[in-house]
């Protein structure tokens, strides 16, 4: 399909058929709705249709596509000529479209006026293409890659069906994203969230009852280079979109609970020696 190309593209899954709204942004591409028109798909309304779940610029049709035309609104047609109110009893009418055009063209406009009448305008076909496809469609998120060699011989609809990998900028954002939601208002905890340059860290501080002092220990420490003691986030791999993301969100996860356990330490942060049985352990006052 050129990139020139208006037809309608429709992909076909599990017998649903997922017609494309727009077709790239050019003013030329085809799309279900444009400049005064709707466009009907089986005789109905395509705004009547769901999108499709996972990609908006889809609507969902249980079934295959018999006809997609434009459907306009109803034009207004001149039929005639009327004087305007102030002319009525000086001048004739009403006039035929030929007898207005006949009349001199700087006079006709001041002393006449068009009537109209409201007519219907046919439908136009639109031309439409139907692939088969393996999935329904769906969008692809930023800062996935696919694996394929030849995945751009592919629709970037059904990408995610594909072996895919996260890159590591992405996955450090989401993790930073995750990170600061979990200690947001919680004071006790200080986050170095250096996206500038690539660097995550999470410190923690806590009171031990008999010990003066503050104990600051660190919980973790991530980056995309090894700078600043930094440990770099791993490339997390998936058969497909759908199992990247479960893995993404489970090392997310981790790290995560890393900062939840910190409200129930077990180990002594000084010393890492096991704390005795019932150690009350309270964070400093100030810091809660």
């Known amino acids: 399909m050129g990139s020139q190309d208006t037809r309608i593209v429709v992909f076909r899954h599990a ?5 494309q709204k727009k077709q790239g942004g050019g003013y030329h591409n085809a799309g279900l709705t444009g ?6 798909i089986n005789g109905k309304a395509c705004t009547d249709f769901p999108d499709a779940i996972g990609d908006e610029n889809f609507v969902d ?24 109110p102030e002319f009525t009893d000086t001048v004739k009418g009403p006039l035929s479209i030929a007898e207005y055009s006949a009349l001199n063209e700087d006079r006709r406009e001041v ?11 046919p439908p136009r076909p639109m031309e439409y293409v ?29 990408w995610h069906t594909l072996p895919c990998f996260m890159e590591k900028k992405e996955l450090f954002t989401r993790l930073a994203d995750a990170v600061v939601a979990e200690t947001k208002n919680r004071s006790h905890f200080k986050v170095g969230d250096h996206r500038n340059i690539g660097s995550l860290s999470v410190d923690a501080a806590v009171k031990v009852q008999g010990f003066p002092q503050e104990f600051s220990f660190r919980i973790l420490r ?11 986030v791993p490339q997390i791999q998936g058969d497909n979109l759908d199992d990247l993301l479960a893995k ?41």
Not at 111 to 121: G, S
Not at 222 to 232: A, E, R, V
Not at 268 to 287: E, H, M, Q, S, Y
Request: net charge positive; hydrophobic share 35%; with cysteine.
């Open 111 to 121: 002393i006449y006026q068009p009537a109209y009448r409201m007519e219907d305008v």
């Open 35 to 40: 400049y005064g028109y709707t466009a009907h």
């Open 61 to 84: 049709v249980v079934g295959d596509i018999t006809s997609i035309a434009a459907h306009y609104p109803q034009r207004k047609v001149i039929t005639h000529y009327v004087p305007r």
């Open 248 to 288: 993404v969100g489970a090392w997310i996860g981790e790290q995560v609970e890393r900062v939840r356990l910190v409200h129930s330490p077990v180990n002594c942060p000084c010393c890492g020696r096991k704390l005795p049985k019932d150690t009350k352990v309270v964070v400093a006052a100030g810091r809660r």
């Open 130 to 158: 139907v692939y088969e496809v393996d999935a329904a469609p769906r969008k692809f998120p930023p800062g996935v890659m696919i694996t394929v060699p030849d995945y751009l011989r592919r629709y970037r609809n059904v």
């Open 15 to 19: 017998g649903h058929s997922y017609v």
């Open 222 to 232: 991530w980056g995309l280079t090894n700078d600043y003691g930094n440990t770099i």
